[in-house]
């Protein structure tokens, strides 16, 4: 992606070095990481940072930084990326999002994520795109399900140890044809 993409609310960019204070608040927050193991120091934001730079520079996509149109301001992020684990589905490209609190409800999550599904199966010409998330995460897997994403079981995510209780994910897919019809 050499430009950034738009919506209509919306600009989905590649990461800046600057961008970490924002990163580093987003996912220190309790709340919006109560799905994942554990809420990040600045230590695992700036690599998580690193991480999604070295995509971008890799693959030509990401998760995003996500600011709206109307005044900069950072949402969170949302994107595209290939898995990075071993499963039965992959390889694959997967969809996701991580809104800052403030956001949740107003549709940015699924503005974005229609945005992303677009250039997946226009420009990077995917097959499909998976999500997935932990069963307690209902408005993560609600937003997959009104995006037109199938639920294609559940599988124990590798990078958690067995017995961890987010262990168990939830599995969703949405083909390019199916994608494309819904995305108008």
Do not use: K
């Not at 996509?61 to 709206?68: A, D, G």
């Not at 403030?102 to 974005?112: I, N, T, V």
């Amino acid at each position: 992606m050499s430009t950034p993409l738009r919506s209509a609310r919306l600009i989905l960019r590649p990461w800046r070095d600057e961008d970490f204070d924002a990163l580093a608040g987003l996912c220190s927050d309790p709340e919006v990481m109560a799905h994942f193991p554990a809420p990040l120091d600045r230590t695992g934001s700036e690599a998580l940072l690193r991480r999604l730079q070295e995509h971008q520079d890799e693959h030509g996509f990401t998760f995003w930084y996500l600011q709206r149109q109307v005044d900069a301001a950072f949402v969170g992020f949302a994107g595209l990326a290939r898995v990075g684990f071993a499963a039965h589905f992959t390889p694959a490209v997967e969809i996701g999002w991580r809104l800052a609190l403030p956001y949740w409800g107003q549709g940015y999550a699924r503005e974005a994520a229609q945005r992303a599904l677009r250039f997946a199966f226009e420009e990077l010409d995917v097959d499909q795109v998976v999500a997935f998330t932990t069963l307690a995460n209902q408005r993560s897997w609600g937003l997959m399900e009104r995006l037109g994403m199938r639920r294609d079981g559940v599988f124990e995510h590798p990078r958690l140890p067995p017995g961890h209780p987010l262990r168990l994910h939830l599995l969703y897919r949405i083909g390019r044809d199916e994608g494309l019809l819904r995305l108008g």
